[in-house]
T-cell receptor, first 116, second 113 residues
Framework: ETGVTQSPTHLIKTRGQQVTLRCSSQ?????VSWYQQALGQGPQFIFQ???????GRGNFPPRFSGLQFPNYSSELNVNALELDDSALYLC???????????????FGEGSRLTVL | DQQVKQNSPSLSVQEGRISILNCDYT??????FLWYKKYPAEGPTFLIS?????DKNEDGRFTVFLNKSAKHLSLHIVPSQPGDSAVYFC????????????FGSGTQLTVLP
């Protein structure tokens, strides 16, 4: 059983650029969520994808967008990068339809984005 | 406005003693609570959870207590081991937002040998 993998692990961008982060979900999982973790803070929910459609969104502007592919892998895209976008971006997968509202997620190691 | 709060950024405990990590929440719609552990350069890993219909859940050395009236939960680790040194995040999820976790800011636990 493969876990959640993310790429790249580290990257540096400049303000105004665009970035794409990638995530492969754990085998058998059909739901992918993305979280932003700023330094010294807990992860903040960005959005969730289920069956290739956005299924819930946190308090993030439209320049944060995503995709889920038929194999359940996912991308997070951020346009017009700002300095405050510097953070660890975590992808998490789960299997929808199990255990009601339980929130157990399986996280990847994250992609650390630095915006200069 | 933080809906899940961990007011202690750090905690140090001697090996073999009890570690108690605390978490408070404000949203009455939360009905499931989880603790995650995070080592440096790794993603958070699930540790233990509790439903709002219970007040205690135990798994080996880890026990989570929930006090709904006080909107407070705590994680007890007994006995604490050096390998438990990590950042611990409290998280909550509401019935209508399955798997959309709201996290606290974390507590760095250091278990001293």
């Amino acid at each position: 059983e493969t876990g959640v993998t993310q790429s790249p692990t580290h990257l540096i961008k400049t303000r105004g650029q665009q970035v794409t982060l990638r995530c492969s979900s754990q085998s058998g999982h059909n739901t992918v969520s993305w979280y932003q973790q700023a330094l010294g803070q807990g992860p903040q929910f960005i959005f969730q994808y289920y069956r290739e459609e956005e299924n819930g969104r946190g308090n993030f502007p439209p320049r944060f967008s995503g995709l889920q592919f038929p194999n359940y892998s996912s991308e997070l895209n951020v346009n017009a990068l700002e300095l405050d976008d510097s953070a660890l971006y975590l992808c998490a997968s789960s299997l929808a339809g199990t255990s009601g509202s339980t929130g157990e997620l399986f996280f990847g190691e994250g992609s650390r984005l630095t915006v200069l | 406005d933080q809906q899940v709060k961990q007011n202690s950024p750090s905690l140090s405990v001697q090996e073999g003693r009890i570690s108690i990590l605390n978490c408070d929440y404000t949203n009455s719609m939360f009905d499931y609570f989880l603790w995650y552990k995070k080592y440096p350069a790794e993603g958070p890993t699930f540790l233990i959870s509790i439903s709002s219909i219970k007040d205690k859940n135990e798994d080996g050395r880890f026990t989570v207590f929930l006090n709904k009236s006080a909107k407070h939960l705590s994680l007890h680790i007994v006995p604490s081991q050096p390998g438990d040194s990590a950042v611990y995040f409290c998280a909550a999820v509401g019935y209508r937002s399955a798997r959309q976790l709201t996290f606290g800011s974390g507590t760095q636990l250091t278990v001293l040998p």
